[in-house]
Nanobody, 122 residues
Framework: QVQLVQSGGGLVQPGGSLRLSCAASGSFSRVNTMGWYRQAPGWQRELVATITGGGTTNYADSAKGRFTISRDNDKNTVFLQMNSLKPEDTAVYYC????????????????WGQGTQVTVSS
């Protein structure tokens, strides 16, 4: 069984910062691409940022220049540092990981974290 456990989030004023963390645990061979997605009320879940096992990053236009994704491969943990937060960043944030269960597996299995609320409001 693989679990992604998120931490961080909360209420912050516009212009403030928050850091989200997500740790993968359980039985697996390795964790490949990890990422963050978000879903605001009435909207579809959307990509925020991803990072490969080698450290290549990809950001949504809305996140570029304000958010930074990083990871600690030794701890199978991904982080999202969010700066200059805006009210439109308010959403439930979900981490995501592609997990190779066994060394002989040909494909990754996708797992999701439990979600954490980020509210940007004065």
């Amino acid at each position: 069984q693989v679990q992604l456990v998120q931490s961080g989030g909360g209420l912050v004023q516009p212009g403030g910062s928050l850091r989200l963390s997500c740790a993968a645990s359980g039985s697996f061979s390795r964790v490949n691409t990890m990422g963050w997605y978000r879903q605001a009320p009435g909207w579809q879940r959307e990509l925020v940022a991803t990072i490969t096992g080698g450290g290549t990053t990809n950001y949504a236009d809305s996140a570029k220049g304000r958010f930074t994704i990083s990871r600690d491969n030794d701890k199978n943990t991904v982080f999202l540092q969010m700066n200059s937060l805006k009210p439109e960043d308010t959403a439930v944030y979900y981490c995501n990981a592609g997990v190779r269960k066994y060394a002989s597996s040909l494909l990754d299995t996708t797992y999701w974290g439990q979600g954490t609320q980020v509210t940007v409001s004065s």
